[in-house]
């Protein structure tokens, strides 16, 4: 659980830099204040849900709840008695 709060802290943090990095070259000038919000909301948000899912599928492989979804088991051959 604490791998997953590090991957998501590490991926939010990435994502601020970005949109800093954006804001410092002047990419949001031409944007008024609420397209600016809008836009850095929807990124957080999809990158949030990218970030859970990502995270979500690697506890699953890491749990061993994927190893009873993929172990089928093959049913013994019945043959109908002959006589």
Partial sequence: MRTIALFSSLCLAF???ACGVMWGFGVFSGVSASATIGTIVGILLAT???TALMALA?????SGHDEAI??????????????
């Fill in 58 to 62: 690697l506890y699953s492989s890491k």
């Fill in 15 to 17: 994502v601020f830099a």
């Fill in 48 to 50: 949030m849900i990218g």
């Fill in 70 to 83: 993929f172990r089928v088991e093959k049913e013994p051959d019945v043959t109908p008695n002959s006589r």
